[in-house]
Nanobody, 124 residues
């Protein structure tokens, strides 16, 4: 069973940056697609980005392209989400997710393993 623990959330002003971390209980990166999702109050959970194993190809949601970057560090069993130029609409709970194999889309229903989330609040 893969266990995921997110950290790094907090409160920032618009235009600021944060880096989120997701630590895995075991090393799944060589066989798992790793992703970040977020959920704002009263809204559905939406995909932010994913990275596929081995090849490391990525996909970003339209609202975060050019501002967010996903990266993975095998030696640390950790993936990161670097967020820059943050906007108030980026506010929400951010979740790390893992799915065996390769991803071709950002769909909540495709992912089996989830962390508990870390809160990001961006104020104007």
């Amino acid at each position: 069973q893969v266990q995921l623990v997110e950290s790094g959330g907090g409160s920032v002003l618009a235009g600021g940056s944060l880096r989120l971390s997701c630590a895995a209980s075991k090393y799944p990166f060589s066989t798992y697609c790793m992703a970040w999702f977020r959920q704002a109050p009263g809204k559905e959970r939406e995909g932010v980005t994913y990275t596929n194993p081995i090849m490391g190809n990525t996909l970003y949601g339209d609202s975060v392209k050019g501002r967010f970057t996903i990266s993975q560090y095998y030696a640390e069993n950790t993936i990161y989400l670097q967020m820059t130029s943050l906007k108030p609409e980026d506010t929400g709970m951010y979740y790390c997710a893992a799915e065996p194999g390769y991803c071709e889309r950002l769909a909540v229903t495709d992912f089996q393993h989830w962390g508990q989330g870390t809160q990001v609040t961006v104020s104007s």
